[in-house]
């Protein structure tokens, strides 16, 4: 069972000594020096501490402070239910947040670049139905090479791929299936 620390609950056992907005507080410290900015939503009945780029502010992490009762332990939790570090370890559970976030802003915000550059080129009808071809392709993609998450993109009309590596992941595109195999293979070239 997880349990939400309540400020006015008793403080007795493995948990911590302060407040959960005073843990919160020194995650923010840390996730502000991996380069995030973050917002306290302390006014709830559960605090949470907002992490996100300042480029996608609308796009983020909201982490909680719970309890483990498997382990008697308080622990950073990400939204999605993913413990990310003991209470003590915050530069651990930045870190965390970093490999969660990394991926989706990268994504993003090269989708903006790439958004902004094809505006003036015409587009053509998007199908209302997904093509089962390109379905297929993308499994085969993915099955190559572990780990990469590959796309085709119905607005861009081309070939996508996020290739992970640890803090620094990369997006590539290409018109065509093998010039995307080319293209990750180029940028990743030990895949």
Same mark, same amino acid.
């Given at each position: ?7 006015? &609950?008793?403080? #007795?056992?493995?948990?911590? #000594? ?18 995030? &900015? ?5 006014? $709830? ?16 992490? /909201?982490? /909680?402070?719970?309890?483990? /009762? ?6 950073? *939790? /990400?939204?999605? $239910? ?28 090269? @989708?903006?670049?790439? &958004?902004?550059?094809?505006?003036? @080129? ?11 071809? *390109? ?6 993609? *993915?099955?190559?090479?572990? =780990?990469?998450?590959?796309?085709? $993109?119905?607005? #861009? ?7 992970? $590596? =640890?803090? *620094?992941? &990369? ?21």
């Amino acid at each position: 069972m997880v349990k939400r620390w309540n400020v006015s &609950q008793s403080r #007795t056992g493995s948990s911590p #000594t302060s407040s959960v907005t005073t843990h919160l507080d020194r995650l923010s410290t840390e996730v502000i020096r991996e380069g995030w &900015q973050t917002l306290r939503c302390y006014d $709830g009945p559960h605090p949470l501490l907002r992490v996100f780029d300042p480029a996608v502010p609308h796009f983020g992490e /909201s982490i /909680s402070l719970v309890h483990e /009762s498997a382990s008697h332990t308080w622990w950073y *939790q /990400s939204s999605t $239910g993913e413990n990310l570090a003991p209470y003590h370890r915050p530069g651990m559970a930045a870190a965390r947040i970093t490999r969660i976030l990394i991926p989706f802003v990268t994504a993003i915000l090269a @989708a903006r670049t790439h &958004q902004t550059k094809a505006i003036d @080129a015409t587009c053509p009808d998007i199908p209302s139905a997904p093509d089962p071809a *390109q379905a297929v392709t993308v499994a085969k993609l *993915q099955e190559r090479f572990a =780990g990469v998450i590959c796309w085709w $993109g119905l607005s #861009t009309k081309e070939w996508w791929a996020l290739i992970p $590596g =640890g803090t *620094q992941w &990369q997006i590539v595109n290409a018109a065509d299936p093998d010039n995307l195999v080319q293209a990750v293979l180029k940028a990743h070239p030990n895949r």
